[in-house]
């Protein structure tokens, strides 16, 4: 599994995905499948992904892992434009593991695309509250300036320009997340950090 993540993260596919058959080989289960419907989502085979997923599924018991897995189903109805299947999947995985904060995201995009704001700026200002990750900020921040609340969504971006500086500070590197800030914050050059 650490082979095939990191063939993955390295942009090695061929790689992975050997090393994912061979751990599908080894030992089915959970773990290999969940790799296997990623592999085969970013081959753009999402039926054979959402199959896959619904494996891993089945041999989910822990609630967090019920929950992940919900959580991946609603992801790939999302990328399908499927939002009734989406909701669905991440209603039941926060029936599976309330705890389970990605499922309150998906909930808040979907609200967002069906135009219940105030549904999504309510699941996102939980989610912020509960984790503040720059993605989640900058997230909440788009949704505040498209419902006509541009300070509020400054106030988010700064929050996730602090969170970055926190992430720098400990040693960290997020270009993509120091990235996507400055497009956020309207910027051509590097976000301000």
Do not use: K
């Amino acid at each position: 599994g650490v082979l095939a993540d990191a063939q993955t993260q390295l942009g090695h596919p061929v790689a992975a995905t050997e090393a994912i058959q061979h751990m599908l080989d080894l030992r089915p289960g959970l773990a290999a499948y969940a790799r296997a419907s990623y592999d085969l989502e970013q081959q753009g085979r999402l039926g054979d992904a959402v199959a896959l997923m619904r494996r891993a599924l089945g041999d989910a018991v822990d609630p967090a892992d019920v929950a992940f897995c919900r959580y991946q189903l609603g992801e790939l109805a999302w990328r399908a434009g499927r939002l009734d299947d989406a909701e669905t999947e991440y209603t039941r995985g926060q029936a599976a593991d309330p705890a389970y904060l990605p499922l309150l995201a998906g909930h808040a995009r979907v609200a967002a695309a069906r135009g219940h704001t105030a549904a999504a700026l309510a699941d996102y200002a939980e989610l912020t509250a509960r984790y503040p990750s720059p993605g989640y900020l900058m997230d909440y921040a788009t949704l505040l300036r498209a419902a006509g609340q541009p300070a509020r969504a400054d106030q988010q971006l700064a929050l996730a320009a602090a969170a970055l500086r926190l992430f720098r500070a400990n040693g960290g590197t997020d270009d993509l997340g120091a990235a996507q800030l400055a497009i956020a914050q309207g910027h051509a050059g590097p976000a301000v950090l």
